[in-house]
């Protein structure tokens, strides 16, 4: 990641971000949580033929691409997809004019290799000889699929262009799909009708550029949201230099608060991790846990449709996350690991009413490097404590944490003294940290650079990771509430229905996320969401 200038949130090599630890209690809501429906497709029938016309250009030259997901030829040959009809993906903007007639008949009359070279001159390029060399190695079902993909654009071609697409591009991603030797069948999760189309749109590139085309949130919008961002004062645009609003540090004050409340913390979150007497905490069944993993990434993507699957060269379409999950007691606690945790839990800390909100009774600023230099020392003195060293170490391996280096994510081994909180409260909480985690895992690497670029870099690292973890576990307990088997694989089989501790559905991260949650509510949930998952930050007030 990048850092700013001497940040005090610069992150150790192989950086991992840990997530605050569950203080075990025992209350637990009991309010009611509306059940949110999820998006739907509708596709009413409509007459439309495919426009003609002849831009020929030299071709650009080959890209990269990530491997794609294809859809097996049966379900591409639908019979119902040859009639012509409207395509809608509702509240994405995006409805396409589909008609496959055209190029049926093209193909029929005048051969594959030239209707597909038709296809190509109507996007805008001449790609006659690798069509001939497609048709040549492929088989039919490929041909078919990949005239019916480009039909999609080339039908829609204004569209596409008032989106800036690059059409190559997009005929590059959709070749790579119909040529992979290894197909599978993605179906986008949750819409069992008009998956092929789905997939054509969300990998084609036209539902990332259709979501990414909102409109930056209006001035008086972004002067109120950036003083989130920047809280001593925004930077001058041209000179990067700005007056603070805030006074001068108490380099004291910060060190008695900060060191206090740093102690306090790590005792609080270590408190329900000691096994009542003469026995020993239950061991948590990671091949369960696994299978939870699994649960959670589907959920997400059919919660927070369409955004997470459109950040088409994403983890989603990558790996698994069920096989990226690690016990928090695997590996060494080094000296780096354990700097992460103290920068992680900084300003969190201190800017909390709960632990004397030190960093704004010092008067810290965050945007004057002296002031992180300051904070940074007491991050050293701290560390230099061998008494706090031995019980950080301890909390480090209970602490979840994601690792943006090689993806893993860190779940306790341990449930916590069954005589602190029940087993199906923390199950839960277990739930609430899968998806906490899946976000840090598909989040777009644009908005780590991004926080870096700002004074208050957890907002949108940690802050905005809480703000949708809360939308999707309130769905969740609502779907749960109301199906057993659902029921079953979160709570434990057998398990009495019990609703979460309310500390699971509401923004966490103290004030950075109450920060994001306002800025959330500031600009919508349609910029936030574009924004955090395509990496559009403009939309956020960056």
């Known amino acids: 990641m990048h850092s700013h200038g001497s940040h005090q949130n610069k992150q150790p090599n192989d950086q991992q971000s840990q997530r605050p630890t569950q203080t075990p209690g025992q209350d637990q809501s009991q309010q009611d949580l509306p059940q949110a429906p999820l998006q739907k497709v509708k596709r009413p029938k409509q007459l439309a033929g495919m426009p003609v016309q ?16 294809l859809l097996e030829p049966e379900i591409v040959l639908r019979p119902d997809q040859d009639a012509p009809t409207t395509f809608e993906l509702t509240g994405t903007g995006v409805t396409a004019t589909i008609d496959y007639s055209a190029g049926i008949e093209l193909a029929e009359r005048k051969g594959m290799a030239f209707c597909l070279s038709s296809l190509c001159q109507n996007l805008g390029f001449d790609g006659a000889e690798i069509c001939q060399t497609f048709v040549e190695s492929a088989p039919k079902e ?28 997009v005929f590059l991603r959709l070749h790579i799909m119909a040529t992979k030797s290894q197909p599978v069948a993605p179906m986008m999760p949750g819409i069992t009708a008009s998956g092929f189309e789905q997939q054509v749109i969300f990998l084609g590139g036209w539902m990332p550029a259709q979501l990414c085309a909102l409109p930056s949130p209006a001035k008086p919008v972004l002067k109120r949201i950036r003083l989130y961002y920047f809280p001593g004062g925004v930077p001058d645009p041209q000179t990067g230099r700005r007056v603070s609003r805030i006074e001068e540090l108490n380099a004291e ?11 306090d913390v790590v005792d609080d979150q270590l408190f329900g991790w000691t096994p009542p007497e003469n026995e020993e905490l239950e061991a948590v069944d990671f091949a369960e846990i696994a299978t939870m993993a699994a649960f959670v990434e589907e959920y997400v993507k059919k919660a927070l449709h369409p955004y997470p699957l459109a950040y088409i060269e994403g983890p989603c379409y990558k790996g698994s996350y069920a096989s990226d999950i690690l016990s928090t007691a695997d590996g060494q606690i080094d000296d780096d690991m354990m700097t992460n945790w103290m920068v992680n839990r900084g300003t ?42 031995e019980k950080l170490r301890r909390l480090i391996a209970l602490t979840p944490r994601h690792n943006p280096g090689n993806g893993k994510v860190y779940i306790e081994p341990v449930y916590p003294n069954r005589l602190h909180i029940r087993k199906a409260v923390w199950r839960w909480r277990i739930t609430n940290t899968l998806i906490h985690e899946f976000m840090h895992r598909i989040t777009h690497p644009k908005v780590i650079t991004a926080a870096e670029q700002t004074h208050q870099p957890q ?6 990771v809480e703000v949708f973890t809360v939308k999707v576990m309130k769905k969740l307990v609502a779907d ?17 229905w019990e609703l979460p501790h309310t500390s699971s559905l509401e923004v966490g991260y103290g004030a950075e996320g109450k920060d994001a949650e306002s800025i959330d509510q500031e600009v919508g949930e349609a910029n936030s969401s574009t924004a955090f998952f395509l990496g559009e930050v403009r939309l956020i007030g960056l």
């Open 142 to 169: 490929r041909q078919d699929w990949l005239m019916r993909a480009l039909t999609i654009y080339a039908g829609n071609l204004g569209l596409i262009k008032g989106l800036n697409m690059k059409t190559f591009e």
């Open 253 to 263: 004050l910060l060190h008695t608060g900060m060191t206090k409340a740093l102690k």
């Open 348 to 389: 969190h800390v201190g800017r909390m009413a709960k632990w004397g909100q030190p960093l704004s009774a010092a008067s810290y600023d965050p945007g004057r490097s002296s002031d992180r230099d300051e904070l940074t020392r007491v991050y050293h003195a701290l560390l230099s404590d061998q008494g706090f060293t």
């Open 459 to 464: 907002i949108l690292k940690e802050g905005f």
């Open 480 to 496: 749960a509430a109301t199906d057993p088997v659902m029921r079953d694989l979160l709570l434990g089989i057998g398990t009495t």
């Open 54 to 69: 002849q831009i020929p250009v030299a071709q650009p030259s080959m890209m990269t691409l990530p491997p794609l997901m």
